[in-house]
């Protein structure tokens, strides 16, 4: 059974950090990449950022690059998303997602459609 698992969020003030953790099981991730996605309230769900299992290739949304980072602990199956300079339009559920690596998935890692398993979210709220 896939399960993937998001921890981490809470609330925090503007300008601070959050350090959101995915933990994935029931899968080779050697296989797949991981992506995080986030959706506030009356908005559809976004892409954050991903990684490549193998490789550790990270690709990252404009609205986050330089303040969000993405890594990976292989012996824990566990993704992290590092939130630095947080601001009120972070706040959102934080979801993490799987996609099988094949043909050009990766390049298309900002596409809902593309990720097979979906974590439960974690709320992440940022005060002004």
């Known amino acids: 059974q896939v399960q993937l698992v998001e921890s981490g969020g809470g609330l925090v003030q503007a300008g601070g950090s959050l350090t959101l953790s995915c933990a994935a099981s029931?899968?080779?991730?050697?296989?797949?990449?991981i992506g995080w996605f986030r959706q506030a309230p009356g908005k559809e769900r976004e892409f954050v950022g991903a990684?490549?299992?193998?490789?550790?290739?990270?690709y990252y949304a404009d609205s986050v690059k330089g303040r969000f980072t993405i890594s990976k602990t292989n012996a824990e199956n566990t993704v992290y998303l590092q939130m630095n300079s947080l601001k009120s339009e972070d706040t959102a559920v934080y979801y993490c997602a799987a996609a099988a690596t094949y043909g050009s998935s990766w390049s298309r890692a900002h596409r809902l459609e593309v990720y097979n398993y979906w974590g439960q979210g974690t709320q992440v709220t940022v005060s002004s």
């Open positions: 029931g899968l080779t991730l050697t296989n797949y990449f």
């Open positions: 990684i490549r299992w193998f490789g550790r290739s990270t």
